[in-house]
């Protein structure tokens, strides 16, 4: 049962499919870390964002890995315009509105979702989706190591970003201390709905590398929420690290307790995580408090 | 006694209703609306009075209807003992996942996930589980007697859930004038000042858990001996958990009657968008949502709460005299 030809290409795999949870994950960490609220339709944009792909797809002809360049910037816009006129303008800064107004959100536009393509599945057919590269130890799909990759592109912009532009040193100056930020002229409301945005373009983005080798429906992405909220709970809420190494984490213990226990309760460890970080240390693995 | 006045003539006004409406599908519609406000009303005590904003309310409706309808038809429990345990269930769940979140300390962002996924987990489990019929669901045995909760006529379960409402409301107003009541209300305004003055803020907030658990539990409850069949989607589906925290906030959050009225007015604008686009699937969620976000943004005291403000400004507005001290007063 332990033997390496099947534990190295499951853990192979765990990480392959961890990569994709974290990109989905900085998303909702980096939306906590500056607005310290939860965003609670990550998951509805996330589905919105697979009908983007699939849709690029079918009616534009746009292979994803192309697609990938038109969807982020318009769901970049999408999130800067909802929390810059619609969450921003009706919780009035109030936390617990915010939380609501994001969950009216999610429900609209998962319903949407629902109300105009029905509960169908969909997928599309792209000719690389069930290629591998062999790697010696594992056959790995090709979809899943390009996804793999791209994250960590990804990932080293958004470093970049906000390490080297006005912007990102304004995300930061906000995050630590919004009052002072605004003092020293920053619009706090503007880099609300940026920090929102790219929050948003992150889902883009993981969206496009899902879609070669995974299916969409309207609550899709509900699924990978709440794996994504299980990662920013283990890595530390507002942690950007924790968000990246719990999503490895959670996509080797995925992966393995799908081995050993089947399907349908590798997610029930996921969650067993979940309750055992909040009873021990709900602050997290990287995280300074809850 | 002179607390309890405005209960008694909302419930003697809505208990004529089946004396004179006789339309199946009014009645049907006010049973549902009532089983929501009671819903709602167990999120507004945790919420509403509490300041802890629950995103899962399912994981008590559900753990309500599977108990009363696991209870009857797995080990042949009578239905209002089932009913009874199903209350008792919820109320011992409110005070787990109350143990669990508020002794570590989780708050506003924190308790709304934490509560969302104890809803989904226990979907999760209830549909892979055996004993919930797993993917099947249970069915309730039609047998139409007193003895085993069922009744023929509608006007009856109306009345059996008008009766649970009222116990809420009473509850409820008994609350709002207790010190437990105070206690609550200032967990809500600050809890690091009401710890500072003494309040035991984890155990009141437990202990609003447990009350907040066995309403919406009854409520769940009652769906199951109303529907005579419960499953993971309808039990621990997001519907009810959007609906709970949707009735109180649209009528008035924190408030008495606020569940009640909000409860009417979702489950109008539900029907209304049926009769108007027709029966699609996700059209009243949609709408829901969109009312929920507009309340917030535009009345985020609900209809009571928009209510009272506008009835003060025009006492104002009426007697100039004494609006500027009002003013000052108010700071």
Not at chain 1, 6 to 18: E, F
Not at chain 2, 96 to 117: K, N, P, Q
Request: net charge positive; charged share 10%; proline share 3%.
């Amino acid at each position: 049962m332990l033997s390496p030809v099947i534990l190295v290409p499951a853990i192979l795999n765990g990480l392959l499919t961890g990569a994709i949870y974290a990109l989905v994950a900085l998303g909702l960490t980096l939306i906590y870390g500056v607005l310290h609220i939860i965003n609670f339709a990550h998951g509805a944009l996330l589905s919105a964002a697979l009908f983007a792909a699939f849709f690029a797809y079918r009616v534009l002809g746009l292979d994803p890995y192309v697609a990938v360049f038109l969807n982020a910037p318009l769901f970049f816009a999408l999130g800067y315009a909802l929390q810059r006129f619609i969450i921003g303008p009706a919780s009035r800064g109030d936390d617990r509105n915010m939380l609501l107004v994001t969950l009216g959100i999610a429900v609209v536009i998962e319903n949407a979702l629902l109300y105009a393509f029905h509960a169908d599945t969909r997928t599309i057919n792209v000719g690389y989706a069930f290629e591998t590269i062999n790697f010696g130890i594992a056959f790995l799909a090709v979809p899943r190591v390009v996804g793999f990759i791209a994250v960590f592109l990804v990932a080293f912009a958004l470093w970049l970003i906000m390490t080297f532009t006005d912007t990102g040193r304004a995300i930061r100056a906000v995050a630590r201390e919004k009052l002072g930020a605004q003092l020293a002229g920053i619009d706090v409301a503007h880099i609300y709905a940026i920090t929102f945005g790219i929050g948003t373009a992150c889902v883009a983005v993981a969206a496009c590398l899902l879609i070669p080798t995974y299916y969409v429906n309207p609550h899709v992405g509900n699924a990978f929420v709440l794996v994504a909220f299980t990662i920013v709970v283990l890595g530390g809420m507002g942690s950007v690290p924790g968000a990246v190494i719990g999503a490895f984490l959670i996509g080797i213990v995925e992966s393995l307790s799908g081995l050993f226990l089947g399907e349908s309760l590798g997610q029930i460890g996921i969650f067993v995580i979940f309750i055992v970080v909040l009873l021990v240390r709900p602050s997290g693995l990287f995280g300074e408090r809850a | 006694m002179k607390a309890l006045s405005p209960i008694a003539a909302v419930l003697a006004v809505l208990a004529v209703v089946p004396l004179i409406v006789h339309s199946n599908v009014i009645l049907n519609f006010l049973v549902v609306a009532l089983m929501i406000a009671l819903a709602g009303q167990g999120w507004n005590i945790l919420g509403g009075y509490g300041g802890q904003y629950s995103f899962g309310h399912a994981a008590f409706f559900g753990t309500g209807a599977y108990v009363t309808a696991i209870l009857q038809m797995r080990y042949g429990v009578n239905a209002w003992l089932g009913f009874a345990a199903g209350i008792a269930s919820g109320a011992a769940l409110g005070g787990a996942i109350g143990a669990l979140t508020f002794r570590s300390g989780l708050r506003g962002s924190y308790f709304a996930l934490v509560t969302l996924a104890f809803a989904e987990v226990l979907r999760i489990v209830a549909s892979v589980a055996p004993i919930t019929g797993a993917g099947v669901g249970t069915l309730i045995t039609l047998d139409i007697s007193a003895r085993a909760f069922q009744f023929q006529s509608r006007a009856v379960f109306y009345w059996v859930i008008l009766a649970l409402v009222g116990v809420s409301l009473v509850v409820t107003r008994l609350i709002e004038r207790s010190r437990f009541g105070a206690w609550l209300m200032a967990v809500r305004e600050n809890e690091d000042a009401a710890a500072a003055l003494g309040v035991d803020v984890s155990r009141v907030k437990s202990a609003a858990m447990v009350i907040s658990g066995a309403m919406t539990a009854a409520s769940g409850c009652f769906y199951a001996q109303y529907f005579l069949f419960v499953d993971s989607g309808i039990a621990y589906g997001t519907w009810i958990s959007i609906e709970a925290l949707l009735t109180p906030i649209i009528g008035g959050v924190g408030t008495l009657f606020g569940p009640l009225l909000g409860a009417l007015v979702v489950r109008s604008l539900g029907e209304l968008a049926k009769l108007v686009a027709g029966d699609a699937p996700g059209l009243d969620l949609i709408i829901y949502g969109a009312v929920l976000v507009a309340v917030i943004w535009f009345s985020p005291r609900g209809l009571i709460g928009g209510a009272v403000q506008a009835h003060k400004r025009l006492l104002r507005r009426l007697s100039p005299g004494t609006s500027c001290a009002g003013e000052i007063g108010r700071g």
